[in-house]
């Protein structure tokens, strides 16, 4: 059996790190293809080399651009690789572009479609994941929920019950298993142990792109800095934004992005984080980290009500508020759905061979 997989963007890769070590034991020949939507090293080289993923079989190299350029972009490339290859199943994960493209030529040339984290829904249609949910769940074979809200919203939209499989977390999965490899990182020294932390990533449109949005939440951040350190791994598309609306950082501590296992090693040991990731509203769950939202919705609703997470849309006041909050509190205790155990992967490689 030949099973092709698709990675294109920093979070696909631990996702499909999880499904293709799993695949391992199942004697399948496995092909991967990086889209290159995500070309920056600390974005791609590095979540490759810190998840033991195999170099990409085939680089699609379709770079930045708009929505649709890229979306397209991935299709017209993606097309002659299916036809030639012509595996028996192909694998997408997650939400981003490069996810609805690879399953749209799959849809049209009728090749099985497997998507991983299927059915999580915001229900804020202004996200341009949620337009790449909903489409590629819509054109998979089989669908795998990583949490209990998954299988209730496939159900609404009226996808059979026999295409969907409860197989839980493969972010969860990655990140049990790096864990152990991730105390004795030299980030953890250079940032200095012993000294207590916020850690924070936002790179959303809805919250960088717009110069006023930015400027408060970013304010919110230096008022934040006078109580605990802040450090702030700045993703590319919000680099460009703080440069464009001339934020300067005072107090707060930039730093490049990093690669998997430090950016674990930060969370684990972090006393807060503050976030408008989806994969990082989990991660933050499993380490018991509180976890501070900056959205009105999240398509993770497991984190909310057995995590750690809060939601307090971009409101700075709001923002502070729930940091404070959460610097008293301390670790949280958590009761995280039973299939967030690690072994998400092998269930999925088990149903796909
Ligand atoms: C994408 C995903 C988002 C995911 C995020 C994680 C979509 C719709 N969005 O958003 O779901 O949470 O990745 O990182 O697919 N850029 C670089 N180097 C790169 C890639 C991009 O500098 O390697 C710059 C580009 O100039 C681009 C900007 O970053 O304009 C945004 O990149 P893009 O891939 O379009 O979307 P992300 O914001 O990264």
């Known amino acids: 059996m030949r099973i092709l997989h698709v990675v294109g963007a920093r979070p696909n890769f631990m996702k499909v790190a999880a499904v293709m070590r799993a695949l391992d034991g199942h004697g399948v020949d496995q092909i991967l293809v990086h889209t290159g939507q995500h070309y920056d090293e600390a974005l791609s080289d590095l979540q490759i080399a810190d998840l033991d993923l195999p170099r990409p079989d085939v680089e699609l190299h379709v770079g930045s651009g708009s929505h649709t350029r890229q979306t397209a972009e991935v299709m017209l490339r993606f097309e002659p690789v299916l036809e030639r290859i012509r595996p028996d199943r192909v694998v997408v994960v997650g939400d981003v572009n ?5 399953a749209l030529v799959c849809g049209k040339l009728g090749v099985f479609l497997a998507h991983v984290e299927a059915g999580l829904r915001s229900f804020d249609r202004t996200m341009p994941e949620e337009m790449n949910r909903v489409l590629t769940d819509h054109i998979s074979d089989l669908l795998f929920t990583s949490e209990p809200a998954g299988d209730a919203n496939l159900q609404r939209e009226g996808i059979p019950d026999a295409r969907v499989r409860a197989a839980g977390s493969t ?3 990655s990140l049990l298993r790096v864990l152990p490899h991730t105390e004795g990182r030299a980030i953890l020294d250079q940032i200095g142990r012993d000294r207590p932390y916020a850690l924070v990533t ?3 449109p809805a919250t960088v792109d717009d ?3 930015l400027r408060s939440v970013f304010g919110a951040l230096e008022e934040l800095a006078r109580d605990v350190r802040v450090l702030f ?3 590319p598309r919000t680099r460009k934004n703080i440069a464009a609306a001339r934020i300067a950082a005072t107090n707060v501590q930039l730093l490049e992005p990093l690669g998997y296992l430090d950016f674990v090693a ?4 972090a006393t807060v984080i503050v976030t408008d990731s989806g ?3 989990e991660e933050a769950s499993v380490l018991r980290v509180p976890c501070v939202t900056v959205r009105e919705t999240t398509e993770k609703p497991a984190t909310l009500e057995h995590g750690t997470n809060v939601l307090v849309g971009r409101d700075p006041g709001r923002l502070l508020a729930a940091v404070r909050e959460a610097i008293g ?3 949280r205790e958590t009761t995280l759905p039973w299939f967030w155990d690690g072994h998400a992967g092998e269930r999925i490689a088990g149903a796909l061979v």
Do not use: I, W, Y
Request: no cysteine; charged share 20%.
């Open 202 to 204: 936002l790179h959303r």
């Open 329 to 331: 509190g301390g670790r």
């Open 98 to 102: 490069s996810t609805l493209g690879a």
């Open 171 to 173: 972010v969860v999965d």
């Open 211 to 213: 110069h006023a949005t």
């Open 233 to 235: 791994p700045v993703h």
């Open 279 to 281: 994969g990082v509203q």
């Open 266 to 269: 930060l969370q684990r040991e």
